[in-house]
């Protein structure tokens, strides 16, 4: 099992960012893909999850309506759509897959994880 995040990168204030996960070695939809940051000094915390077979979705209160998560089944990839950036989501951004199919804001209920990917925002 792998799983593989970029598109991180340098951005302005209220700019987007696109971040893909692209995982392998599993059935893609029969897990939950979950995103997590972790600002420098800062615990990992989970921003966003989708769940396998229906897609449910969830959101850190703090980014809802500006973070959307999608799935493309057919390019086994996630997606993490990030808009209106604010410099306070800084971090470096993981994916990881769940050890089960519902979503959980949990680090330990993740049981693979790729590498990071960097954003940093400007102000």
């Known amino acids: 099992v792998q799983l593989r995040a970029f598109g991180g990168g340098l951005v302005q204030t209220g700019g987007s960012l696109r971040l893909p996960c692209a995982p392998s070695g599993f059935t893609f939809n029969h897990y939950a893909i979950g995103w997590f940051r972790q600002a420098p000094g800062k615990e990992r915390e989970a921003v966003s999850c989708?769940?396998?077979?229906?897609?449910?979705?969830d959101y850190l209160d703090s980014v809802k309506g500006r973070f959307t998560i999608s799935r493309d089944n057919a390019q086994n990839t996630v997606y993490l759509q990030i808009d209106s950036l604010k410099p306070e989501d800084t971090a470096d951004y993981y994916c990881?897959?769940?050890?089960?199919?519902?979503?959980?804001?949990?680090?330990?209920?993740?049981?693979?994880w790729g590498n990071g990917t960097q954003v940093t925002v400007s102000s």
């Open positions: 989708i769940s396998g077979s229906f897609g449910t979705t």
């Open positions: 990881a897959r769940g050890l089960q199919a519902y979503c959980s804001h949990l680090a330990s209920s993740y049981g693979y």
